[in-house]
């Protein structure tokens, strides 16, 4: 059974990077068959698509955040990354990793990610 | 960018009776390429239905899902005390993916 975990910091402040990391359990992120996401939810409010990555290393970002978003991979430990540049009160949300295999199939928990002085 | 759509926001029925919840596309969603979710409080979402009708793994028989082009539907047969939920549309035919704004299925 496929397992999600992110981690990192619960706090950033403002104008610095945010930087997550999800760990994947009973599957390889290597194995080319499925993507790899992030995905975002504002307290209180719906869900958006941050980016995705395969194993090959190509990414694919929402374009409402394009410029701030790197999301990379380490097939070694088995982890996919994001960071998050440059972030401002709005960026505060819980953030999910996901196994993208077309939909969503399997989620990690969520981190809440608060960005405060 | 595809807008999603979905009505009602809210959903007030008891136990028992059929939910149709409904997910409009601002353009049509390549291969049917829509997904549904369903989601707790405190908790991640859970796929519920792929390619606009196929039920993901392990989810029960009552929850079904049609439509094709812009209009999508989730029908939940006979809701059950658990399924009481906010549930997300999400296509993922183009990019970027979109999700829709939720609706939440509340006891009545």
């Known amino acids: 059974q496929l397992q999600m975990q992110e981690s990192g910091p619960g706090l950033v402040k403002p104008s610095e990077t945010l930087s997550l990391t999800c760990t994947v359990s009973?599957?390889?992120?290597?194995?080319?068959?499925?993507?790899w996401g992030w995905i975002r939810q504002p307290p209180g409010k719906g869900l958006e698509w941050i980016g995705s990555i395969y194993y090959s290393g190509s990414t694919y970002y929402n374009p409402s955040l394009k410029s701030r978003v790197t999301i990379s991979g380490d097939t070694s430990k088995n982890q996919f990354s994001l960071k998050l540049s440059s972030v401002t009160a709005a960026d505060t949300a819980v953030y999910y990793c996901?196994?993208?295999?077309?939909?969503?199939?399997?989620w990690g928990q969520g981190t809440l990610v608060t960005v405060s002085s | 960018e595809i807008v999603l759509t979905q009505s009602p926001g809210t959903l007030s029925l008891s136990p028992g009776e059929r939910a149709t919840l409904s997910c409009r596309a601002s353009?049509?969603?390549?291969?049917?390429?829509l997904a549904w979710y369903q989601q707790k409080p405190g908790q991640a979402p859970r796929l519920l239905i792929y390619g606009a009708s196929s039920r993901a793994t392990g989810i029960p028989d009552r929850f079904s899902g049609s439509g094709s082009g812009t209009d999508f539907t989730l029908t939940i047969s006979r809701l059950e005390p658990e399924d009481f939920a906010v549930y997300y549309c999400?296509?993922?035919?183009?990019?970027?993916?979109?999700f829709g704004q939720g609706t939440k299925v509340e006891i009545k």
């Open positions: 999400q296509q993922y035919g183009s990019s970027p993916r979109t």
């Open positions: 009973g599957g390889s992120i290597g194995s080319g068959s499925s993507y």
């Open positions: 996901a196994r993208v295999s077309g939909p969503m199939d399997y």
């Open positions: 353009q049509s969603v390549s291969s049917n390429y």
